[in-house]
């Protein structure tokens, strides 16, 4: 008998940029919400435009199961988005560069 395997999801832009990148809204068929987590397997959460999710990673998509993606997202079980990124504290001593001249020597014929 084999093993169900549990998805695990988070939601946002800075878990699903990490396996696919932002379509234009010209040819978007894909409404990208986060990465999805299915064993060993990691990609982006896309809906599709016909209410599908698929794991995106690049361009290559797999089918997810719906009712597993369906009962993770309104039970609550999707991790909350994450914070993306903070800007680093700046350093209170500047560092000095130094730049030398090299003296170029003609060679003598």
Known sequence: MAKSVRL???LGEPDWSKYTYARNSDDACFTLLGSVHKGQQHGALAQ???GD???LVG???MPLNQHQIRAALQSGRAGPP???WTAPKPNKTVPVVVVKKRRLVAASV
Do not use: C
Request: hydrophobic share 35%; no cysteine.
């Open 82 to 84: 994450r914070v993306t």
């Open 8 to 10: 695990h999801v988070r």
């Open 59 to 61: 361009d290559y998509e």
């Open 53 to 55: 999710y698929v794991m």
């Open 48 to 50: 599709k435009i016909d």
